[in-house]
C-alpha cells in the first residue's frame, strides 16, 4: 500500500517542512492533496514519472520530488499557521487521464503554531 | 470558477437505503469519482463514472447525469461501518481532480 511520514508533525511559522510517501509498488504517478478539517482535498500537484505534471492553486513555497524508487516528497517552506492540515499523497498507475483508481497513504497531519 | 455541491450531513437507519447527491460546475469533464473516508483515516475509492448512467457495486451503485451536472451515489442495505464521510470528485479539462468538500453519514440502528 501507500505509507507515509510522520503521521504528525508540529512546526512554528516560518520553518520547513518535508513530507515523505512510499507509492504502492509500480505506480508512476503520485499526488498530494491538503485536507482542512471538514473539508475534501484540495489538489497541489502531480508527478508523473519524476516530472511535474499538473498543479492546483498553490504558492512556489510548495513543491516537490518524485524518485525513481517509489518515493516522493513535499517541501514546504515559509510555513504559515493556515498551512495546518492533514496532507494527502496518493500513488497511481497512469498519467491520472481516465479511470485510474487513486491509492491514498494514511496522510501526515501537520499542526504549524 | 469550479464548484461541487453535496450535503453537509445525512442521517440514515441501519438496514434502510440513502442516496448522497453531488452537483458539480467544473471547466470541462473526465469523469467522476465517489470515495469514502472515515474519520481520521484516507480516502477509498468506491466508485467511478464516466458516461451516463448507473454503476452498480454490490451495496454501492452511483449515477451520472453529464447534462445536468448531477451525481449520486446509492447506499443500499446500510450497516454501521457505513458510517463515514462520502467525497464526491470530478476530473476537469486538466485532468486535476476537484473535490466536494464531504457529506458525512451518521448511521442510526
Known amino acids: 500500500g501507500v505509507t507515509q511520514s510522520p503521521t504528525h508533525l508540529i512546526k512554528t511559522r516560518g520553518q520547513q517542512v518535508t513530507l515523505r510517501c512510499s507509492s504502492q509498488?509500480?505506480?508512476?504517478?503520485v499526488s498530494w492533496y491538503q485536507q482542512a478539517l471538514g473539508q475534501g482535498p484540495q489538489f497541489i500537484f502531480q508527478?508523473?514519472?519524476?516530472?511535474?505534471?499538473g498543479r492546483g492553486n498553490f504558492p512556489p513555497r510548495f513543491s516537490g520530488l518524485q524518485f525513481p524508487n517509489d518515493s516522493s516528497e513535499l517541501n514546504v517552506n515559509a510555513l504559515e499557521l493556515d498551512d495546518s492540515a492533514l496532507y494527502l499523497c496518493?500513488?497511481?498507475?497512469?498519467?491520472?487521464?481516465?479511470?485510474?483508481?487513486?491509492?491514498f497513504g494514511p496522510g501526515t497531519r501537520l499542526l504549524v503554531l | 470558477g469550479q464548484n461541487i455541491d453535496q450535503p453537509t450531513e445525512m442521517t440514515a437507519t441501519e438496514g434502510a437505503i440513502v442516496q448522497i447527491n453531488c452537483t458539480y460546475q467544473?471547466?470541462?469533464?473526465?469523469?467522476l469519482f465517489w470515495y469514502q473516508q472515515h474519520a481520521g483515516e484516507a480516502p477509498t475509492f468506491l466508485s467511478y463514472?464516466?458516461l451516463d448512467g448507473l454503476e452498480e457495486k454490490g451495496r454501492f451503485s452511483s449515477f451520472l447525469s453529464r447534462s445536468k451536472g448531477y451525481s449520486y451515489l446509492l447506499l443500499k442495505e446500510l450497516q454501521m461501518k457505513d458510517s463515514a464521510s462520502y467525497l464526491c470528485?470530478?476530473?476537469?479539462?486538466?485532468?486535476?481532480?476537484?473535490w466536494g468538500a464531504g457529506t458525512k453519514l451518521i448511521i442510526k440502528p
Open positions: 509498488s509500480g505506480h508512476n504517478t
Open positions: 508527478y508523473y514519472r519524476e516530472e511535474e505534471n
Open positions: 463514472n464516466v
Open positions: 496518493a500513488s497511481s498507475l497512469g498519467r491520472g487521464t481516465g479511470s485510474e483508481t487513486q491509492y
Open positions: 467544473t471547466s470541462g469533464f473526465n469523469g
Open positions: 470528485a470530478v476530473r476537469d479539462s486538466n485532468y486535476q481532480l476537484i
